[in-house]
């Protein structure tokens, strides 16, 4: 990301999930934070989107629109068994904590300071109220650690948590994420991670993932890992997690339409990690 500006990145997707709202029947994710934020100027074609195929575009924000209720079904299921704190790494425009209606639960979002403050402005222009149940948490992990970011916000060690890790993982290295697998894992017993990566694609298609790696690379915002789902399990297992589910994209959303998926490249992968 530039200096002093949001993340690119962060804003396609938040648009994405924004166009969902509209352009999708049935709905996979429902929002109604989405538009307001990314306002309504925002909502024709993002630069990811330009040149490429409608069809591709539209499966592509399904997806993303996909994984956000797997997180939400996932906190949900947490809190109803008695989990009261929340961490969204990478937050970026992550509305999860303004659509939380549990005054109890509170939500820490980690990212990076000018990315949240964009966000905040943002919030403040749509005339977005921030919950006294949300904890803004900067991090430039260029100088500071999560450990330390989350421990000056007060967030509850040791405490049941849900840590949600979308968009991310694909833009870290793999010492990095080890880094923070082993923090998440220590959080104990009753905690979890739910986070998507990059699954090598089918040579089929490795054009495509191919033409969005180097879209995303212009932005300043390269891909820097990805994983085959057991070398995932692998690692999430060796850093502390006992159990591992792991779902591909075109299968976690055909469960939410209620019909079959066909994704010839696979490259989108979900996961629930949990530390029993």
Excluded at 40 to 64: C, H, N, Q, Y
Excluded at 160 to 184: I, K, N
Aim: hydrophobic content about 45%; glycine content about 8%; aromatic content about 8%.
């Amino acid at each position: 990301m530039e200096i002093g500006k949001p993340s690119r990145t962060a804003m396609a997707v938040a648009r994405a999930r924004a166009q969902h709202q509209r352009a999708d029947e049935p709905r996979v994710f429902t929002d109604p934070f989405a538009i307001p934020l990314v306002g309504e100027a925002a909502l024709g074609e993002g630069e990811f989107d330009r040149g490429l195929d409608a069809d591709l575009v539209r499966r592509r924000r399904l997806w993303i629109a996909a994984r956000s209720r797997f997180a939400d079904d996932t906190v949900a299921d947490a809190v109803a068994s008695g989990c009261r704190q929340v961490v969204v790494l990478g937050a970026g425009l992550d509305t999860s904590a303004l659509r939380n209606t549990h005054p109890d639960v509170r939500f820490f979002e980690v990212d990076h300071p000018d990315t949240q403050q964009w966000k905040r402005r943002r919030l403040a222009e749509a005339g977005i109220a921030v919950p006294s149940t949300l904890t803004f948490v900067p991090v430039d992990f260029e100088t500071g650690t999560l450990a330390e970011g989350l421990a000056a916000a007060g967030f509850g060690r040791a405490r049941p948590t849900v840590f949600v890790m979308l968009g991310v993982a694909m833009y870290l290295t793999r010492p990095s994420l080890h880094a923070t697998w082993r923090y998440v894992a220590a959080q104990g017993s009753g905690s979890a991670l739910v986070m998507d990566y990059l699954h090598p694609a089918a040579p089929a298609s490795a054009a495509a993932l191919d033409e969005r790696a180097k879209r995303a690379a212009a932005a300043g915002e390269p891909w820097l890992s990805s994983f085959t789902a057991d070398e995932l399990r692998a690692e999430l297992t060796a850093c502390g997690f006992t159990t591992v589910e792991d779902h591909r994209a075109a299968d976690v959303l055909g469960g939410y339409l209620g019909r079959t998926i066909t994704d010839s490249t696979g490259s989108g992968h979900l996961v629930r990690a949990v530390i029993a």
